[in-house]
């Protein structure tokens, strides 16, 4: 079982910056494949970046492209998604999700390739 825990959520402008991040425990972090998704109001879940179990792979949504960055340090556990340039329809509830047996070097970009999810941190950019 792993447990999965966002942070660093908020209330931006338009343009601003922000970083999530997700700490995991239970398990070895290492061990997984790791991705962000997130949810507006009245819409659902859609992929935003993915990252392979040792680091080496990114995937993103054309929507994350050119402005945010997935990350993950297997040595101090936490994965993190840098986003810049925000826009008001960034607003959603971002989660971190996580999948285990995972390949290498594979990334997952579809909601039921992921086992663990976190409860999710609000992003809110303000126009």
């Known amino acids: 079982q792993v447990q999965l825990v966002e942070s660093g959520g908020g209330l931006v402008q338009a343009g601003m910056t922000l970083r999530l991040s997700c700490a995991a425990s239970?398990?070895?972090?290492?061990?997984?494949?790791m991705g962000w998704f997130r949810q507006a109001p009245g819409k659902e879940r859609e992929f935003v970046a993915a990252?392979?179990?040792?680091?080496?792979?990114?995937y993103y949504a054309n929507a994350a492209k050119g402005r945010f960055t997935i990350s993950r340090d297997n040595a101090k556990n936490p994965l993190d998604l840098q986003m810049n340039s925000l826009k008001p329809e960034d607003t959603a509830v971002y989660y971190c999700a996580a999948r285990s047996n995972s390949g290498s070097y594979r990334i997952y970009y579809t909601l039921r390739e992921y086992d663990y999810w976190g409860q999710g941190t609000q992003v809110t950019v303000s126009s």
């Open positions: 990252i392979s179990m040792i680091g080496d792979t990114t």
């Open positions: 239970g398990r070895t972090f290492s061990r997984y494949a």
